[in-house]
């Protein structure tokens, strides 16, 4: 190889210490070539060669005189001239590396836009960490033939993939893949990107400053009828705008681009290219943030006095309370001290109504990151960030950009799970690290919230953080009044008409007729969540997982709602042959259609993911219920994210009592929140709403504590019980998850791992167990918990003994290709 002849012909005396994005935790040295010597410094991409024969884009790390004690290879070529990350960053990802247990590279390969990774347009090859079990990554069938090929052959060629689909037409299929990380595209260097313009056109001088020429223009373009037109729409566009496109004059004339080059050439114009940004380029005039309450006056002046002492500030405020207004005045002044912010919210798909309403106020100020944009969109906003855009907003995967200047970090909703990344690593939670960035930016950070997690609590109670409090709405509007529908007495007085108390059906009645909206909160999608055989037991089952298989009937098919299996429905039962087949349990579908039979002159829509996959149609469905299109909106916490509609009379939310009994520690907590969440919904602008919550248990504590709006009291009781079960916020833990596709082989590689680490930490470890789905996208999986007291030397010394066990297993004979995922503060 050519590298060979490089090593012996002119390498230097310096190393560079290479971060390859793969997901072994180590790091790599390579030699320098003394021809590049010179090019090689921190935080550049280089194309190295590892293992046998692929190539990487790494990034060099650190530049070093020693030799390592093993061969090295030479760096082969040096992609940029300026480091692309910066040496903060770095840290971060140290950082996040010690702490989450997962490699730089995975780290790396999370941060960067694709079209900063190497690039080819004829090999294949799977993402180094790519992981079946993906949430919220549904392969279609294509895609899973295709991963499941690349798991075998490492890499294929696009030929070999087209042969593999039996189609023509791969590329939309590849390139999904590669926006969804699960693959990318490889072999010999080449930038992707390239900056976009846009062909343009003005008046040139005399012509252009001194309007008395230009009847000089319009004689020497006499005998063109077509250059005339051009001429006095372009005159009549400069009066309007700066940049005329060339486009504009087009949609305006019968012009073409001869007509344009022969203005060109008897000097009245010129033709000339701009760069033009990719960014979401704003262009409505922006408008004033509005007045401030003396409520939202008080918490600003808090905030900052209580930022003298304290890095992170959680701002505790009802739904309503105008907040985002806080965030606002905040963001200005710290735009005026030529500051970054950091804005993240939790899913930005949800949150369209807070992003329009920023950039309204600062127009091109805002950035927006969201997984919607392109690779060379990705790629502009690293450089804006990189360059001072005083405005980075995004969900948890902004956090990642390259700031300068970053003073301030706004974690929106921090409450919610969605901050925590679950798969692939790293398994980060971006509310968490937000908090170590303060550290590493000397910045500060607000936590706001109507429901605050027992972690950031927790904080506050012990002085880590402060807090400002809001208890107002804004407006002086009341919270909504709250209705406990009981379903135990309707069900006992055989009153419930399908999933419904008469109380629900009432006060939704009483609302449509008032002209108001509604909307409805089940936290299910689908018709129904199962379709089972009563004569046999038979279950309608996915074959790669060992969940049921939920009926939609909107497609008509049976749906994995773990791996995105799809099904058709069957007819009768498979096994026994008997036609009437039952359906168990709702869904969103469900309650869409049984509404329409109790309300058949309402207009009603659904919002959950089955209803908003094209890129345009959430926005649409906002947009319809903001202009009262839609009376009644069914939703699963789609609907609880964000959104402010002013002529919402109720909310109903279907079944408390699923919510609260999922098996987690964190069930009711979340109950908690998502129902505060939900029912503030409810009401805003005009006045107090209403909510009515249907449930069995009317006495259950949490359905108390959501009544009163009462925090205080649900903190108190929830804190106590993870206090005496052991839990977080108390104590720390570490999810091992080993998975395999044949059962026995990760139960017996799961007693392994749990016994090697019972040596030592007995009392630490539940499990190895199996996790209530057993068997997802064909892998059996086995859990083992690790509960720590918060020693940071014992978790330290914890982490190194799992990469220990982690390493003797898989030189196991048997073991070697069971799949070790290790998941810090889980959720
Ligand atoms: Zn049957
Ligand atoms: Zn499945």
């Not at 080059?261 to 760069?275: F, R, S």
């Not at 068997?775 to 030397?793: G, H, P, W």
Request: proline share 3%; net charge positive.
């Amino acid at each position: 190889m050519n590298s060979e002849l490089f090593i012996s012909e002119n390498i230097s005396t310096k190393y560079a210490v290479v971060v390859l994005p793969i997901a072994i935790r180590k790091n790599y040295t390579y030699a320098i070539p003394s021809n590049l010597l010179e090019k090689i410094k921190f935080g550049v991409r280089v194309e190295v060669s590892f293992g046998k024969n692929k190539l990487y884009a790494g990034i060099v790390k650190e530049i070093i005189d020693e030799a390592p004690n093993y061969k090295t290879k030479t760096i082969i070529s040096v992609l940029d001239a300026e480091a692309i990350i910066t040496s903060k960053q770095m840290k971060l990802w140290e950082w996040m590396s010690e702490y989450y247990c997962c490699s730089l590279g995975e780290i790396m390969y999370a941060s960067l836009p694709s079209g900063l990774k190497l690039a080819s347009e004829t090999r294949v090859v799977l993402a180094p960490f790519y992981n079946e079990n993906l949430d919220g990554q549904h392969l279609n069938d294509n895609e899973y033939l295709i991963a499941e090929a690349l798991t075998l052959q490492h890499e294929l060629k696009i030929e070999d993939i087209k042969k593999i689909l039996n189609r023509k037409t791969i590329y939309p299929i590849i390139k999904k893949m590669l926006e969804k990380k699960i693959i990318f595209l490889f072999e010999e260097l080449q930038e992707k990107y390239k900056v976009k313009t846009i062909s343009c056109i003005q008046l040139k001088e005399p012509y252009l400053s001194d309007s008395t020429q230009l009847k000089k223009a319009f004689d020497l373009t006499q005998r063109s009828v077509k250059q005339q037109e051009a001429l006095l729409a372009l005159i009549q566009l400069n009066q309007k705008q700066k940049i005329i496109k060339k486009q504009d004059i087009y949609n305006l004339t019968q012009a073409d681009s001869t007509v344009l080059k022969a203005l060109e050439k008897k000097g009245i114009v010129e033709l000339y290219k701009k760069e033009v940004s990719r960014l979401n380029g704003y262009e409505e005039d922006v408008t004033d943030a509005g007045e401030l309450s003396k409520q939202q006056v008080t918490a600003i002046a808090e905030i900052e006095e209580k930022f003298k002492e304290k890095e992170v500030v959680l701002l505790h405020g009802v739904t309503g309370s105008g907040k985002t207004r806080v965030y606002i005045e905040l963001m200005k002044k710290a735009i005026e001290r030529g500051e970054q912010i950091l804005y993240l919210l939790p899913e930005i798909a949800l949150t369209t109504q807070i992003v329009h309403r920023l950039q309204k106020i600062f127009g091109n100020k805002i950035a927006v990151y969201h997984s919607r944009m392109n690779n060379n969109e990705r790629v502009e906003l690293w450089h804006a960030a990189r360059k001072n855009k005083p405005i980075l907003l995004g969900a948890r995967s902004c956090m990642f950009l390259p700031f300068n200047r970053l003073k301030l970090i706004i974690v929106d909703e921090e409450h919610d799970p969605s901050f925590k990344q679950n798969d692939p690593a790293p398994r980060y939670n971006a509310r968490d690290t937000a908090v170590f960035m303060s550290y590493l930016y000397q910045a500060k950070v607000i936590l706001g919230t109507a429901t605050p997690s027992l972690e950031s609590y927790k904080n506050v109670v012990e002085k880590k953080y402060d807090v400002v409090y809001m208890k107002e709405r804004f407006g002086g509007l009341e919270l909504p009044e709250i209705i406990i529908a009981d379903m135990k007495e309707a069900s006992k007085k055989r009153l419930m008409k399908s999933h419904f108390t008469p109380t629900l059906l009432e006060e939704l009645e009483a609302a449509l007729e008032r002209g108001e909206q509604a909307i409805i909160f089940q936290n299910r999608r689908g018709y129904s969540p199962s379709l089972i055989c009563k004569s046999c037991g038979w279950k309608s089952e996915c074959i790669h997982c060992d969940v049921s298989l939920t009926f939609h009937k909107y497609s008509n098919n049976l749906r994995c709602h773990y791996c995105g299996y799809r099904e058709k429905i069957v007819e009768e039962c498979p096994a026994c042959a008997n036609p009437h087949l039952d359906l168990k349990g709702f869904g969103t579908e469900k309650i869409e259609d049984e509404l329409q039979v109790f309300f058949p002159n309402a207009s009603i829509a659904r919002m959950d993911w089955d209803t908003v996959k094209g890129k345009k149609s959430l926005a649409q469905l906002i947009n319809n219920f903001e202009e009262k299109r839609i009376d009644i909106l069914v939703g699963t916490q789609m609907v609880t994210k964000g959104l402010d509609f002013d002529n919402v009379g109720i909310v109903g939310i279907l079944s408390a009592d699923h919510l609260m009994c999922f098996p987690d520690f964190r069930a009711n907590e979340r109950a908690f929140q998502l129902m505060l969440q939900v029912s503030g919904r409810a009401g805003r602008k005009h006045k107090q709403g209403k909510v009515v919550i249907q449930t069995y248990q009317i006495q259950h504590p949490i359905i108390q504590e959501v009544l009163e709006n009462n925090f205080t009291s649900f903190f108190k009781r929830e804190i106590s019980e993870r206090k005496s079960f052991k839990y977080p916020p108390f104590k720390r833990m570490i999810k091992i998850t080993l998975k395999h596709k044949k059962r026995n082989t990760v139960q017996q590689a799961a007693e392994y791992f749990g016994n090697e680490l019972k040596i030592k930490y007995k009392k630490n470890i539940i499990g190895p167990a199996e996790p209530a789905i057993p068997r997802v996208r064909s892998f059996y999986l086995q859990d083992i918990i690790i509960k720590l007291d918060k020693n940071a030397r014992q978790i330290q010394e914890v982490k190194n003994l799992i990469y220990q066990i982690q390493v003797s297993l898989h030189k196991t004979k048997g073991f070697s290709n069971v799949r070790i995922i290790i998941d810090v503060d889980p959720y």
